[in-house]
């Protein structure tokens, strides 16, 4: 945890992927202090008339590397997600040579209850973690 959803247009390589997540996830242990093996990534892939990501009228211009970024987690201090959104695009430029003005993020917060790792158990309510 967190949970963190890739939309991407179709045409990355494998290699490209998989440095795309290792660098979001880079970004969650640093900004979040979430253990290291505490990883859950999704990537969906589109065509590009299946995801489209405007600028909401703040001039950014996206190219064909843009990605939209879903994350599902507990709640987070403002200054840990300022700092998430800032240590993900220099991850993701420095790495992945996609644009900070090609990443979009949007932060969902939810509550302990709304997690089970497995065995139909809540481990955050139960103490297992």
């Not at 949970?3 to 900004?31: P, W, Y």
Request: charged share 25%; glycine share 6%; aromatic share 6%.
């Amino acid at each position: 945890m967190p949970l963190i959803k890739f939309d991407i247009l179709k045409g990355r390589t494998e290699a490209q992927t998989r440095a795309m997540l290792d660098g979001a996830h880079r970004a969650v242990v640093n900004a979040f202090q979430v253990p290291e093996h505490d990883r859950y990534q999704v990537v969906m892939e589109h065509e590009p008339a299946h995801l489209i990501v405007e600028d909401t009228g703040l001039g950014i211009e996206r190219t064909k590397n843009m990605v939209m970024i879903t994350v599902v987690t507990r709640p987070r201090a403002q200054e840990a997600k300022e700092h998430f959104y800032q240590e993900l695009t220099r991850e993701l430029q420095e790495r992945c040579q996609i644009a900070p003005s090609d990443v979009v993020v949007s932060l969902i917060s939810n509550s302990d209850a709304d997690w089970s790792f497995g065995h139909g158990v809540a481990q955050f309510l139960t103490g297992e973690l």
